[in-house]
């Protein structure tokens, strides 16, 4: 049932130790710590944690991570999350958490912005991809106060971001590709002034940036490029001072014609635009 200890990808080259991978996981298993005891993971810095059948795998117990406070990068691979994820959260030296093709649930709304300052104080980086139901990202994680990178793609459920995103004041890197029911930005947006990378490729919904886009002093890179609905730019846009590229199609391209010259800097990437991959993210 167990596979053997290997290297997870997608884990920065300075995690150290070995880490650990269970895969293979059948509906319905119970993980405990028992089962990953023998692999070591009390000393573990890495685990990946993969189901391996037509449906995400269920997991009813993590407690076994209450033992595991070593670890620094946990992917969690098609899997269904259990409701109570406290062992998980309260892992004080996690840098990078990643949930990759995982059926979300309920197992994010059980904690509360109050109560939760100081859950996940390492936290760097956390990644959401392909996760079928994830709707809505949860405001506590706007407590991260250390998150630098937030990748939320392929999340075609996700319809609103909190209004507190603009909390995470360490964030450098937003990536939202193909969230195709996103239909905006929030306004707080224009509190990151250490983001230099975005990313709203393929999200289809939004159809105007806040005007408060044009705050963003440390943004270099934006990639725009099948977003179909935005038919404008905010006029704070020519304020990007640090924007040096804008990756877009050719229909968004004519966006920045007014723009560009404000920006001397700026260069703009025109990529092609795959009109069917386009339109079979429409009718997902």
Request: charged residues 20%.
């Amino acid at each position: 049932m167990m596979s053997s200890i290997g290297v997870v990808n997608d884990v920065e080259d300075n995690v150290e130790n070995s880490p650990c991978s269970v895969s293979g996981l059948p509906v319905g298993l119970t993980l405990g710590y028992s089962s990953c005891f023998n692999k070591g993971v009390g000393q573990l810095n890495v685990l990946s944690i993969t189901g391996n059948s037509d449906y995400p795998s269920n997991l009813h117990n993590l407690s076994f991570l209450g033992r595991s406070s070593n670890l620094t990068a946990i992917i969690f691979e098609h899997v269904s999350l259990p409701s109570q994820l406290q062992p998980l959260f309260a892992l004080r030296k996690l840098k990078q958490l990643s949930f990759v093709m995982c059926e979300i649930g309920d197992a994010l709304k059980s904690f509360t912005t109050e109560s939760n300052y100081n859950m996940l104080p390492n936290l760097t980086h956390l990644e959401f991809d392909m996760c079928y139901d994830f709707k809505q990202l949860p405001s506590w994680i706007c407590n991260l106060a250390h998150l630098q990178k937030l990748s939320i793609t392929n999340c075609h459920e996700l319809d609103a971001l909190p209004k507190e995103l603009g909390d995470l004041s360490s964030l450098e890197s937003l990536n939202l590709h193909s969230c195709t029911k996103l239909q905006e930005l929030p306004a707080s947006i224009g509190s990151l002034r250490s983001l230099s990378y975005i990313d709203i490729s393929d999200c289809l919904s939004i159809s105007v940036l806040p005007e408060e886009f044009g705050e963003l002093c440390g943004l270099q890179v934006l990639k725009m490029n099948g977003c179909t609905g935005l038919q404008e730019l905010p006029m704070s846009t020519s304020e990007l001072s640090q924007l040096d590229e804008v990756i877009c199609d050719e229909e968004t391209s004519y966006l920045w014609i007014d723009i560009e010259s404000d920006l001397h800097n700026l260069k703009i990437n025109v990529v092609e635009d795959d009109r069917l991959e386009t339109f079979m993210k429409i009718v997902h």
